[in-house]
């Protein structure tokens, strides 16, 4: 198909100092869990997304020096020469799809606590940085840097920028933002200093100019010099002689760069989660930068939408389309876009598993594409499929992200696919999940997968189809997948972490009798071990239609894993505004219909409320009955034809719908191959 000429903007070259971006489509530098230690799966993760149309591609944080060592979080490095052929590697993978490579030379001051180098962390003025949506920060404080320090950051940027170029990079960054060291000089509440490097304005950003200066002059022409900025927080502060003092460091630095790259402060509002930010929700923080500088200007905003797109650049916001979450989830956007198949972009939910992978020290993991991460290791090419190796044909029952993903998968490899479903619409838990507040989004997994299935002639779709054994032995298929999902259960467990059975009642309830319709009168208490988002959405959501809602929860925190998705501070912000109670560190030790008596997890301390009715979000059991059932037939099923009967999904296990989306793909990637000695390649330092 032909491209759409509304959309033909997004396909302009773009000048970047003395290298030129095919397109506008760039790729910012984002955490990816993987180290110099995975030279192949990181080449791989980023060459992809070159061949899917990203005219630049960009690494995560590469450290000049082991005085900036995030550890235990993944962070790559350009210490060494010997860390070169790594980089090389991934500049390679990217030139040849004709892409540009970029580096983001990276030292986090303060944010780093130098775990594994013991050096004592590098700051302006001592201040140590704290990071509240983490829950890692450690208890080193940082020295302050003497001029001579100064010099040697300096001499660390220009040899990283030189060992950058020798690796192939065509796009240096010098990197002030999120808290680290450059950043650190920038604000007054970090840089206390009285030289020149403190103070006034001009003194304070005189750091960023001279590794702006010390980076051009190693690469010596050559290569673009990139800066990336965080420009939350000094927009938010009336400067001097102009309307911030955001305004007044661009305006300062205004074409010093050759390309600059704007972004929010903290990881929340940065990688802002669906759930409480819109696509393109940095654009009242940015928007004023084009009007500074000369140079093209690059920022984010979860874009999906090649409308807004073209919106962004036409009025003047940005030159080039940054894309992080986007780039993950879709490698291939830009493509698509330029092929005239945008209804087919895999678009990003902004669930942000993604960075709790790296918040969880692995490769990155993604929600909408289970091949992120697995390109080289598993061989996964998100577009690219084995083709079908037999004339099986394959029933999937249950058509929740699990049985949808196994569908796509099996039917773009050419097999004969049928799925069905007990309700009326596909999507499984989604059906549910998404209608509470701020997830719908989220329904993206299921509408896409849809919509591929729907333009496919080899799949049917059989929703409001409740299967049983007899009905799937009559169905002459040759494998069966069960993806029938998982139930919530009344399960309590003690504070020791053992399970202490049902509590059952009749005003006891789970997320699935919500589901089903049913309204608990209220006092309500919603219980919460679970700890993802799942309680504090529907807690919220109870709290639209009565006054008294209660949560609780064994964590710290409200949502507490939360913390590991950027959502955590907003869920909070949320359920106060909502009106509904939060108790922490508690654990529900009785109810009798009326009163529940809720025990603190250390002191054993009891408290009671006024409860009528008890949501109990915490443990889940497959549902695969239908699975046991077919089982127990035994010959019987090879007599119908059946070779085969494999659970997926939640039936197997029940995970996030991350797990589930993984476990529906690998079934149909790995369905008629032979299972190889590992589950995946294994890479290894170069
Ligand atoms: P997963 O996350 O593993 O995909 P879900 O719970 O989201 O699991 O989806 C499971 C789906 O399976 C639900 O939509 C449910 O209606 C469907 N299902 C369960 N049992 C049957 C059955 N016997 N026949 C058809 N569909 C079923
Ligand atoms: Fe988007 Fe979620 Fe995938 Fe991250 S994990 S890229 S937020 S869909």
Redesign the pocket.
């Known amino acids: 198909m032909a491209r759409n000429p509304r959309f033909d903007i997004l396909f302009e070259p773009v000048r970047i100092g003395p290298v030129t971006a095919p397109n506008r489509f760039y790729q910012v530098p984002h955490a990816s869990g993987m180290t110099n230690a995975l030279p192949q799966v990181r080449a791989s993760f980023r060459g992809i997304k070159a061949e899917g149309g990203w005219g630049v591609v960009c690494t995560g944080a590469v450290s000049i020096h082991p005085s900036s060592d995030d550890s235990p979080l993944p962070f790559a490095m350009l210490w060494d020469d010997k860390d070169i052929p790594a980089h090389a590697l991934m500049t390679d993978a990217v030139h040849r799809h004709g892409a540009l490579a970029g580096v983001e030379l990276w030292h986090g001051g303060a944010c780093t606590l130098n775990r594994t180098s013991r050096l004592a962390p590098l700051s302006p003025s001592g201040m140590p940085w704290l990071s509240t949506h983490l829950g890692f920060m450690g208890n080193q404080r940082p020295r302050t840097m003497d001029t001579a320090d100064i010099q040697e950051l300096l001499r660390w940027q220009a040899a990283g920028a030189r060992r950058a170029m020798q690796a192939g990079f065509d796009i240096v960054y010098v990197y002030a933002g999120m808290g680290y060291l450059p950043y650190e000089f920038l604000l007054p509440e970090y840089n206390h200093r009285t030289d020149a490097y403190g103070g006034s304005i001009e003194n304070r950003v005189r750091l960023v100019r001279e590794l702006i200066e010390a980076t051009r002059d190693a690469v010596g022409g050559k290569c673009a010099v990139a800066l990336r900025i965080s420009l939350e927080e000094l927009r938010g502060r009336p400067g001097n002689s102009a309307e911030s003092e955001a305004h007044e460091v661009v305006g300062l630095l205004a074409d010093l760069p050759d390309l600059w790259d704007v972004k929010m402060d903290s990881s929340p509002t940065d990688c802002a989660p669906s759930r409480f930010s819109p696509e393109g929700s940095h654009e009242p923080i940015v928007n004023f930068v084009k009007q500074l500088t000369a140079r093209p200007v690059v920022g984010v905003g979860r874009f999906t939408s090649p409308d807004v797109m073209v919106s962004q650049i036409r009025r003047g916001v940005l030159d080039l389309i940054g894309g992080a979450r986007p780039s993950i989830a879709d490698p291939f956007l830009p493509n698509k876009i330029n092929e005239g198949r945008e209804h087919e972009i895999r678009e990003c939910i902004g669930c942000n598993i993604c960075i709790s992978s790296w918040h969880d020290g692995v490769p990155v993991r993604c929600t909408q594409n289970p091949t992120a991460g697995e390109e080289w290791r598993r061989d996964w090419h998100p577009e690219r499929f084995a083709p079908a190796a037999s004339e099986s044909s394959i029933l999937i029952?249950?058509?929740?992200?699990?049985?949808l993903e196994c569908a796509v998968t099996l039917a773009r490899r050419g097999y004969s696919v049928t799925i069905?479903?007990?309700?009326k619409e596909?999507?499984?838990?989604?059906?549910f999940e998404t209608r509470l507040p701020g997830l719908a989004t989220w329904g993206r997994v299921v509408d896409w997968r849809l919509g591929q299935l729907r333009s496919r002639p080899n799949v049917q779709l059989y929703p409001a189809?409740?299967?049983?054994v007899d009905d799937i032995m009559g169905l002459e298929h040759s494998h069966v997948v069960i993806?029938?999902?998982?139930r919530w259960t009344r399960m309590l467990y003690s504070t020791l972490e053992f399970p202490v059975g049902q509590l059952d009642g009749p005003s006891v309830y789970t997320p699935d009798d919500l589901a089903a319709g049913v309204v608990p009168p209220a006092p309500v208490v919603v219980f919460d071990f679970d700890n993802y988002y799942l309680a504090g959405a529907v807690a919220e959501q109870l709290a639209r239609t009565t006054s008294d809602v209660t949560y609780v929860t064994t964590a710290g925190n409200a949502s507490a894993w939360t913390f590991m998705t950027n959502e955590l501070p907003q869920v909070h912000r949320a359920l106060v505004k909502a009106r509904v109670l939060i108790h922490t560190l508690k654990r529900v030790a009785a109810f009798d219909g009326e009163t529940l008596t809720m025990a603190d997890v250390y002191s054993g301390t009891e408290q009671r409320l006024a409860c009528r009715s008890l949501v109990i979000v915490g443990v889940r059991t497959p549902?695969d009955e239908?699975y046991q059932a077919l089982m127990a037939k035994g010959q019987e099923l090879r007599n119908a034809g059946i070779t085969a009967v494999t659970r997926?999904?939640?039936?197997l296990a029940p995970g996030a719908?991350v797990h589930?989306v993984h476990s529906?793909h690998r079934y149909a990637r790995e369905f008629d191959t032979v299972p190889g000695p590992a589950p995946y390649a294994r890479d290894f330092p170069l």
């Not at 997926?648 to 039936?651: M, V």
Request: glycine share 30%; net charge neutral.
């Open positions: 029952v249950g058509g929740g992200p699990a049985g069905a479903d007990t309700a596909f999507g499984g838990r989604l059906r189809s409740e299967l049983g993806a029938t999902g998982a549902r239908l997926i999904g939640d039936s719908i589930a529906g």
